[in-house]
């Protein structure tokens, strides 16, 4: 049963730690997500337990002889209404269309993913390094947890943070942004963790000149 006062991890671990499939496999995904380089497979594992629950409860309702009336009926259009609004389904989503949910298709509802997609970042680890320094906010509030959940009604209020200097569209970062991503700019320069990195580099160092959190909060007297 376990101590109630410490809980029970939400994240499972591999069965094996070595096998080389499944670590290639990883590796991979954390590149392409730009996930932590340090802990970055703990990231995938969460997405990945997160998605075998899923699995899971779509089974066992698919195994009911009948799911059409009383609680297996509503526990059905819970789980699809709840994986429509994660971006995970569409609309018109059927049971066996949760078990073709992919751990990338996990992966990319993260907020870091999203921002990257909406044209806000260069690069994924750019996208984190934004969203880490306190540059990205859903509507009012503040975001800075890279594998926040973004719902699809969420999405319309991604955008900078208003105290952000990159909301200046003719900021010298969205600019060399934007040339990159123009369809006359060389893919090959797109790729190159070097510009990457330096991208990474302008946005911490606009950091630390920016207003901390701390530094919003009215202190007592003012």
Partial sequence: MG?????????????????E???EEEHRL???FGLKKVGGMKEIWREKTALRRHRNQAMKLIGRVDSTEGHYAREKEDLLVSLNRKGLLHEDSTLDDVLSITVEQMLSRRLQSVVYFKGLAPSMRSARSL???GHISIGDQRMTVPGYKILRSEEEDLSYSPGSPYTDPQHSFRKEMEERR???SSPDDQDQPDADSEFVEQIKADAEGAPTIEDTIPKEGE
């Fill in 131 to 133: 969203i880490v320094h």
């Fill in 182 to 184: 123009m369809p006359g």
């Fill in 21 to 23: 499939a499944r670590i």
């Fill in 3 to 19: 101590h109630p006062k410490f809980a029970r991890p939400k994240t499972d671990r591999p069965t094996h730690p070595w096998k």
């Fill in 30 to 32: 954390k590149e392409q």
